[in-house]
């Protein structure tokens, strides 16, 4: 009846579910990041949001593509330092702390948008990354067309989760992030400072979840629209659950998450006639929280998740 | 040397003071973005001031601004008392609004003594429903509410739009996807003449008393209060404390379902996808610089309300963009929650003096 195995077989197919990853990939390595170290981050529906409008207007200010993505990073990275600041050396609740920043961050890429460009009705379009066409590469059967129909940023994605699964479990700064979000007094003990690296991880990881927000203004579209987020960044916190802090785990549930999507979009077009368009809208979220259930039960969170830490205090 | 070192208790001088200067700091502040938009800054303030106090009606707007803010406040400084995070809201809001636009748009058409409370009682119920199921995922399969509740707003707004473009589609609405408009006589009444506010206020205000009484005065407070102060050991007191997460998170839901209900059978008289701009999430706000409490509440809301119509107007006037108003209100989010730190610990800076205690 339907061809779902001719469209699970299609390079087409496969090549649509990286491109929907991709911002996911970054969203979860960013929240792992956070959460190895301790730190929940709820700011990353917000830094998504400022991730696509910095991004973007560097872009459209005249930074450049690559400069659009530094500055994209960077300002990640503020709001990471204030959730940081909010959380760790004060304690403050990591629940209420993440909220004020995603209502923060994206109240503030709002208010620069809409101050910067008063007047116009359609949004102003860059000219966003480009397909990377490798030769020999990309005349590969199937691996071809479906990597390199990919821009740069997916290839940053994908070396980023590489990038992230080395640093934890191949360097000593990896071991003390580690151990800063399961035991901070021994990371303490051995006269590391718990606040800096749990500082430095959510900013690193803050950095990630707005290059997430910055592939939507500058591969996936071409300009910035409101509540083009969409809730991606809450979707990221139930990934990192169900990818049980791994970063390989996090690549595969992105790319799951992103093939599913691209399967409801070509069902649509079978059932369409038969099943509500909305039906296929919810059910990525749907999935995400029956991806938590399952998940939920045999979750090993990181031990001190949550838990502030006061110099001198057990 | 900066140490962190706890306060003893807190002053209700401080309780009080806080946030009444979180608030302000976060005003003083918008300064900045004003300067940046390039508007005329004390014109602008009085502008704002002028849009809230200006006239009867600039002030009943207002109110009618907090009544659905008091509902949500209220929903989340119950949840979060019980350390129950429900940042469902929003979703929640909707499902009682559209509990009520199924109820009260002719489905039964029966005097409004009768209507009106079907109406509330739907409401409430659907709200509640909204948040005991993922309550009941808490407790029985461990998936964090937090999450589950964020995505369910998604959800439940995709499935409003197909309500709204199905079952509850207005026939007569020149295809635009809104519902039927409520019975006249299942609308609230409005409190004065030729004004917008209307019952869903007193109705707030009376939940905020009960809310304000449950929690101080009742054993199901006292038990509430145990299980968002240390689950473990209320578990090993005795307390039901499944029960007791079970109990709040209905009662929060309601509340929230409740300011759907008085936003379609109070204000708007029909429901459409944009009935609320975030008044779930603004409600998670009004909470925190209520500090928790129903009382502080009433007046929280009542400031996030008058920071929206006063910008609103403000904006209109000096052409800022109108989202200067939620920037305002997550900067306070941000200054209550440095001021509560503030209030609770104290910074030393220096060597450390011995003795005291």
Redesign the interface.
Known sequence: MFDILQILLSESFWSASLRIATPLIFGVLGALLCEKSGVLNLGIEGIFVAGAMVGWMAVWLGAGLWGGVLAAALAGALFGLLHGILTVPLGLSQHVSGLAITLFASSLSYFSYRTALPTVSSPPRISPFQPLDIPILSDLPFIGPVLFQQTALTFLALFCVFLVWYVLNKTALGVAIKAVGDNPNSVDAQGLSVYGLRIGAVMAGSALMALGGAFLTMSAFDAFFFGMVNGRGWICIALVIFASWRPGKALLGAILFGAFDALQVRLQTEVGAFVPSQVFLAAPYILSIFALVIAARRAEYPRALLTPWFKGQR | MI??EARGSQSLAWKIGLPIISAILALILAAI?LT??GAPILDSYAQMFSGVFGSKFAFSEMLTRATPLIFTGLAAALAFRAKL?N?GAEGQLYLGAMAAAAIGTGVFDVSGMILIPTIILFGCAAGAFGMIVPAT?KIR????E???T??????II??L??MLE?PLKDPMGLGWPQSSPILDQGMLPKVMDRMRIHYGLIIALLCAAFAQFMLVRSVWGFKLRAVGENMNAARHAGIPVNRSLLTVAALSGALAGLAGVSEVAGLKGYLTADLSPGFG?TG??VA?LAGLSPAGVVIAALFIASVFVGADSMSRAM???S??A??V???A??CV??G??LSRYKIITGVSQSGGK
């Not at chain 2, 399969?141 to 964090?144: K, T």
């Not at chain 2, 964020?150 to 959800?155: A, E, S, T």
């Open positions: 140490r962190i973005p940046l938009a995070w940042i995922l399969f461990g998936a964090d937090v999450v589950t964020l995505l369910l707003n998604f959800i995709i499935f739009q197909y199905g999430y998670i706000v925190m052409g800022v963009s989202y200067l939620d920037l209100v997550a900067t989010l941000l929650l440095l509560g730190f």
